[in-house]
């Protein structure tokens, strides 16, 4: 199955916080190393843009030959529709570049609803909320995305899910739920600050 990371570096609370190393090893790398340990995956494309801003980030994908998909920077929606049409999906996992403590377990479970429930337009676990942030796993039905893309406003392409969410009665929606002690005191495993280096390090052995 694909999954693609959404990533750019232009962020303004935390500016090239995905290439930012954490015990010598930038975030990036840290996430796509947790996904490759889920073996229900096939493909990992980082889906970035097609800003300068990104140029760095694209030079340590191909310096460690992974695979990137280069679009729109605000459109998220557009971009990751766009990858996902590259290699002709009909569903993509997204993940996000900011969380370097992803659970490939967490992406399994996805994996598996995903196999018993084909007629679903999104498989999620934030709709609502029951894992900390940086652990959020969305499947998503290219041809949905493709469909309503039109329809989003601009805050709605960037977030690329909200309009799903705002309008879940007109969709096929599974949110799947932690059921388990694990994080049950955690509720931030993101980065979106630099001072959140400093949170998560501890979970770092």
Avoid: C, W
Avoid at 25 to 44: A, D, E, F, G, Y
Avoid at 122 to 139: A, L
Wanted: hydrophobic share 35%.
């Amino acid at each position: 199955m694909l999954l693609i990371i959404q990533a750019r570096s232009n962020s303004k609370r935390f500016p090239n916080k995905i290439l930012y190393n954490i015990k010598s090893k930038p975030i990036i790398l840290r996430v796509i190393s947790n996904i490759s340990k889920s073996k229900m995956i096939t493909n990992v494309v980082v889906a970035t843009s097609r800003k300068k801003s990104d140029d760095k980030l694209i030079e340590l994908l191909k310096s460690k030959k992974l695979k990137f998909f280069r679009g729109n920077l605000n459109n998220v929606a557009s971009r990751l529709l766009k990858a996902s049409q590259r290699y002709k999906k009909n569903f993509f996992i997204r993940v996000s570049a900011d969380s370097p403590l992803i659970d490939y377990k967490i992406i399994n479970k996805a994996v598996r609803l995903f196999k018993k429930k084909h007629n679903i337009d999104i498989i999620t676990n934030v709709f609502p909320r029951s894992y900390p942030k940086g652990q959020s796993v969305e499947i998503i039905r290219t041809k949905v995305l493709e469909n309503n893309i039109s329809k989003m406003s601009k805050s709605e392409k960037e977030h690329v899910t909200t309009y799903f969410y705002k309008n879940h009665n007109k969709f096929k929606i599974l949110n799947f739920s932690n059921n388990t002690n694990k994080f049950k005191y955690i509720k931030n495993m993101t980065v979106d600050y630099k001072s959140d280096v400093k949170k998560i390090i501890k979970f770092f052995k």
